[in-house]
């Protein structure tokens, strides 16, 4: 989707580890600057850009998933920027808090990330763009489009697309047309007083049946023996069901699966834009910890309690197809038939009307 939420933040440098934070019922994304995020795929004219480090958290709650994902500024000038797929048109994307990718790893034992090494993202361009914001240094769009157009309208903002971008667009694209775009002007962040280190949040929320995690993107632009890290963190009401179920020998394992604390639901609720927490929760943490070629598929989480994710939502199975077009409408049809009704009934009264009751000639 683009982006993990860490707490600590750890220096730049190869094997960076990203964290991903799933919650309860809004979609925030908090976005800095470099290359490799947990929940999209990062993309400069240039190629590599520094990242230090980035952390996203997505809850669910009430039908609505909020996102939040971070992504530090490392240094560095010139502009660049993410894709990240989303489950569905976001209602609103607005500045995140300021602490809740913090809260939510030192709730799970804090530890130490080092930076992955930079990756490649793209975007494309007969995309239409639905919504534009700009928060600090971060312009953000909102696209709709097919695998094509969203690669189209990257190479026309600037940005040079890794060889796997067209598949890895066409994988998520089958399912939910729409993605996030996010462009960090560096020398603009400079400019404000940015220091390095420092993230700016972004808060998306999403109105949506069930979450997922966006996992393939996280491979873009990579070989596939390079290792992928990232903590994915889930706010839910109940105790979620996840496909691939995380067992460790296909690239993601679980850490934790527990009653939230009364303590962390209230923290993360303090934070700006983090009223929608509820008062009881389930906190989950999933691991990443694999090579590229092993991340192709995504994390569907059924948050209902019926224990039924969705293989079209952890890409494991095409959508259903659409309906034929062709099929018989009986309303259609029975209206065509009255009116053929009413048409003979008219002609018999008219040839009934003439002298002698014999009908028109035809």
């Not at 034992?109 to 919504?131: H, K, Q, W």
């Not at 971008?165 to 994988?171: G, H």
């Amino acid at each position: 989707m683009h982006s993990a939420v860490a707490g600590r933040l750890g220096r730049s440098g190869p094997g960076r580890r990203s964290v991903l934070a799933f919650s309860t019922a809004v979609l925030a994304v908090f976005l800095a600057a470099t290359p490799t995020l947990a929940c999209g795929g990062l993309i400069g004219p240039n190629g590599a850009v520094n990242l230090l480090r980035t952390t996203t958290f997505a809850g669910y709650h009430d039908g609505v998933e909020h996102y939040v994902t971070a992504f530090q500024f490392a240094g560095g000038g010139g502009q660049f920027g993410s894709i990240t797929p989303l489950p569905g048109v976001p209602t609103t994307v607005e500045k995140g808090g300021d602490w809740t990718l913090q809260r939510l790893v030192r709730e799970t034992n804090p530890i130490l990330f080092e930076a992955l090494p930079a990756a490649s993202g793209a975007t494309r361009d007969s995309a239409v763009e639905l919504m534009k914001v700009k928060i600090d240094a971060l312009d953000i769009t909102v696209l709709q489009g097919g695998a094509a157009d969203i690669g189209e309208w990257a190479t026309k903002h600037g940005f040079r697309l890794p060889p796997d971008a067209p598949e890895v667009l066409d994988f998520y694209a089958r399912r939910s047309p729409i993605f996030l775009a996010a462009a960090f002007d560096a020398d603009a962040a400079k400019a404000r007083g940015q220091q390095i280190g420092d993230g700016t949040p972004v808060h998306i929320t999403i109105p949506t049946k069930n979450p997922w995690v966006p996992l393939r993107i996280l491979a873009l632009g990579k070989t596939a023996g390079e290792p992928i890290s990232a903590d994915v963190y889930l706010l839910t009401d109940r105790s979620p069901a996840l496909l691939p179920r995380p067992n460790g020998s296909n690239g993601i394992r679980l850490d934790v699966s527990e009653t939230a604390s009364d303590g962390l639901l209230s923290d993360l609720r303090s934070d700006r834009g983090m009223g929608w927490i509820p008062d009881s929760g389930w906190l989950t943490k999933v691991a990443v910890d694999g090579r590229a070629a092993q991340l192709d598929y995504d994390l569907a989480v059924d948050a209902s309690g019926r224990g039924r994710p969705s293989a079209v939502d952890a890409g494991l199975a095409l959508p259903p197809a659409p309906a034929a077009s062709n099929a018989i409408d009986a309303g259609r049809l029975l209206m065509a038939l009255a009116f053929v009704g009413v048409g003979l009934v008219g002609v018999a009264l008219i040839g009934a009307a003439r002298p002698g009751g014999r009908p028109l000639a035809s």
